[in-house]
């Protein structure tokens, strides 16, 4: 096996002293300033910022029209079109979950109701907020696609009790969607 020796280059005066590297980086950043002082940074038109810089005005301007397709936001729990529970309470959305932010008890659907053959229903359902990451996992692992994460990304409140969603809460959140379910599929 050969051994390729590298010499190492030579440094002159000025790359040993960290002095020239210290105003070559301040000369940099003030160039960038003047730039988004007069409105010419790059991508401020299509960020439609202030004019100062590309920096987004957030209150006012928000990100919506900007998110990728595969942005993954807050998640919540869907009901089909007839207003249905899609959650059979598997419990699987909870045991995949990384942080432990997902609360299922489950309850059991009477059986003199129409749905009976179902066996299981939510009896509460909680999503802890401050410990969510999005990751996603609990859309990819239900079998009902009952659990989605959808593109919103504020999510706020002032106590840590306003930042766990209930079950009501997330079916306000999520909606209604429409398609195949298999709760409700009777070849099932």
Not at 47 to 66: C, F, N, R, V
Not at 180 to 188: A, R
Request: some cysteine.
């Amino acid at each position: 096996m050969a051994f390729i020796k590298i010499k190492r280059p030579e440094l002159s005066l000025s790359d040993k002293l960290y002095i020239p590297a210290i105003f070559k980086g301040l000369w940099l950043t003030f160039k960038h300033a003047v730039k988004s002082v007069r409105g010419k940074s790059i991508g401020s038109k299509d960020l439609a910022s202030s004019g100062l810089g590309i920096t987004m005005q957030y209150p006012e301007q928000k990100w919506d029209e900007h998110l990728p397709e595969y942005y993954r936001g807050v998640p919540a729990l869907v009901t089909d079109e007839q207003d249905r529970e899609r959650c059979v309470s598997c419990q699987l959305c909870e045991f995949i979950c990384p942080p432990k932010a997902i609360k299922i008890i489950p309850g059991e659907i009477p059986s003199d109701d129409e749905w009976a053959k179902v066996e299981k229903r939510p009896k509460e359902f909680e999503i802890d907020m401050t410990r969510c990451i999005y990751c996603g996992m609990c859309e990819e692992v239900c079998p009902e696609q009952a659990i989605y994460l959808r593109q919103d990304y504020a999510v706020t409140g002032l106590t840590r009790e306003e930042m766990v969603n209930d079950k009501k809460r997330l079916y306000e959140i999520g909606g209604k969607r429409v398609g195949l379910v298999n709760k409700w599929n009777e070849l099932k």
